[in-house]
């Protein structure tokens, strides 16, 4: 164990320059992020995922070039591996134009099919009650009519304007023309039929193309995943809105233990760098960032946080020897729970790449990252605002009292 050896107290001479290291990392990857991107994966980004099994050698270079050509793909990705069953084959594709802007147009126009029912019925409202209006009332109620008659038509205007992009771009994926209901809730019936029906096509066509590049597969037994626009938007916002509660959470949670500013801000910068050391990595690694990915990113803001307030609480709150001392032993403490999670994530990632299963890879990749950033974060940043916190605060007090 790490905390049973004797090693140097190396907060001993001049620990700032302990700092040196995290920053740069933290430079690095700030940069990678911005001016790199973090690769995101369909999950976020929308797209096909289609994992199959062959016994059949292939070209790899030839099916990659076919996918392009045939589907005119920009953003692709084909990765073969070896099976005790025969060859792993994973092809990732971006969406397909005409597709994924058939599909984003389905949720608005759904949204003002629901508003034109609704403004129907206050309609049929409006006209029951008109019957029966006296005259002083009458002139209200057909001022009232009229504008929901406006609206209805510029609601059922919109909706048409909807359908015919879906329509148009179906019609591409189909290679046939589409016939177009007049009544807007047949018309719905009809579009989800469409856009359901190109999706089958798509993938079809996809495994056409595999297929006269001589990969040998059954269609049955293949993975396919598809990630509508409208469905990776979702998940991005609601991945947002996780982060943002989190973050929230935290900062009130770290303030209502230590009370205090310069303690709390460094148990939180030690949190916030181990995220931005990650996906820094995430950049570097090429880790796309996906569901899995984005959980062992919010798994790594508690494990930052154990740490930090780990070495702040021992620092701050304890009395025994100097405060270097105290955070010494701590390090060694926090040293062993950080290799120790670091040497089972090691062992997830060799499982991922013996299995290839990719959401183990991504989850242990991304923890790896993160807690190597956390030990350079947590020692050489967080410990160096806490030692500086607790000796010049003592200083102050001395002159003080002098």
Request: aromatic content about 8%; charged content about 20%.
């Amino acid at each position: 164990m790490l905390m049973n050896l004797d090693l140097p107290n190396i907060y001993a001479g001049d620990y700032r320059r302990f700092a040196v290291i995290p920053l740069a990392m933290i430079l690095l990857s700030l940069y990678l992020i911005f001016f790199v991107g973090v690769p995101r994966g369909i999950d976020l980004k929308g797209g096909t995922l289609i994992t199959l099994t062959t016994n059949a050698s292939f070209d790899e270079g030839a099916l990659k070039d076919a996918l392009s050509k045939e589907l005119n793909a920009r953003d692709l990705a084909v990765r073969s591996y070896s099976l005790p069953t025969g060859t792993g084959l994973e092809i990732e594709l971006e969406q397909d134009e005409h597709l994924a802007l058939a599909e984003k147009n389905l949720a608005p126009f759904h949204a003002k099919v629901t508003e034109a029912n609704t403004l129907e019925v206050d309609i049929l409202g409006v006209e029951t009650r008109l019957k029966n209006a006296t005259p002083d009332i009458t002139p209200q109620l057909e001022t009232e009519l009229a504008d929901y008659g406006n609206r209805l038509a510029s609601v059922r205007a919109e909706a048409n304007s909807h359908a015919d992009i879906i329509i148009t771009n179906t019609e591409f994926v189909l290679g046939t023309k589409l016939e177009k209901a007049e009544d807007l809730n047949a018309l719905e019936t009809q579009l989800s039929n469409y856009t359901s029906e190109a999706r089958t096509v798509y993938k079809e066509r996809i495994f056409s193309v595999i297929v006269r590049t001589g990969v040998e597969f059954d269609p049955a037994s293949a993975s396919f995943k598809y990630v509508s626009p409208t469905l990776s938007e979702l998940f991005l916002q609601k991945a947002v809105n996780i982060v943002t509660i989190s973050a929230v959470l935290t900062i009130i949670a770290v303030f209502l233990v230590f009370r205090t500013a310069v303690p709390s801000i460094a148990v939180l910068s030690g949190a916030l760098s181990d995220i931005i050391i990650a996906m820094g990595g995430m950049v570097l690694f090429n880790i796309p960032l996906t569901l899995p990915s984005f959980a062992a990113l919010l798994m790594l803001i508690g494990f930052s946080l154990d740490t930090d307030m780990l070495l702040t609480i021992r620092t701050l709150k304890r009395t025994e020897g100097t405060a270097r001392e105290r955070a010494y032993e701590t390090m060694k403490t926090g040293l062993t729970m950080s290799m120790a999670a670091i040497l089972a994530f090691t062992a997830l990632f060799i499982l991922s790449m013996v299995t290839h299963i990719s959401t183990y890879y991504q989850i242990s990749a991304v923890a790896i990252c993160g807690l190597v950033g956390d030990i350079f974060a947590t020692w050489g940043i967080n410990a160096v605002i806490i030692l500086w916190y607790i000796e010049h605060r003592k200083h102050e007090h001395a002159h003080i009292g002098g």
